[in-house]
């Protein structure tokens, strides 16, 4: 038998749901935040300079890589092929760690996120 409460969606199928983008702590750059970038950069400003305007949110390789899309490409690719012989692969321990910490998020997100929803119907 598991253990449900009765008020809340099972665990598992909560845990299925898709976080909203806003919530996705893997986001870091927002679409608007992108447009900036792109137009900051084609106005002439440096990519060290929008980066210090963006050091609290990502760092300067995600801005070079938002102005310039064919060198994420590359870096991607590279890392595809690199990922082959076993690289990038955290230790079973650590990721068991990370999954655990991200579950927890996302149900403490989701089900904040349901209250809100259920109290203003």
Known sequence: MSRTNR???PYRVLLATKL???LD??????DNDKD???ARYKKGETIRGIARAYEDKCSRG????TV???KYARMLKGAKERRIDGR????????NETMKEHRHYKKKVLTATAVRV????
């Open 7 to 9: 008020n809340t969606e």
């Open 20 to 22: 909203p983008r806003e």
């Open 25 to 30: 702590r893997r986001v870091r750059l927002s």
């Open 36 to 38: 900036d970038i792109r």
């Open 62 to 65: 995600a801005i070079q890589y």
């Open 68 to 70: 310039h899309p064919e």
């Open 88 to 95: 990038y692969k955290p230790s079973k321990k650590d990721w």
């Open 118 to 121: 259920y109290n203003t119907v």
